[in-house]
């Protein structure tokens, strides 16, 4: 049980540690859902509603959320990143 565990937080430190105003900075209109992913790592979670894919990386407190219609970033915001 210990290792699932020091596992599952090694990957989320991971994952945090590409929530960064240097990253964010470098999010563009129009990149595709997988250039996204290998600056940001896997998202948290993604929705899709009549064609948009809405996905965050991070949590409620400290994220990145990035709209994508026909795979391409629409627009994106972040919080609490610095």
Sequence with gaps: MKTILSSSL???LAACSNLSVE???KLK???SYEEVKQLLGQPAQCNDLLGVKHCRWGDEQRHVDVN???GQVLVFSAENIR
Excluded: A, K, S
Aim: proline share 0%; no cysteine.
């Design 10 to 12: 090694l990957w989320l």
């Design 23 to 25: 990253n964010y900075d």
């Design 29 to 31: 209109v129009g990149m």
């Design 68 to 70: 994508f219609i026909g």
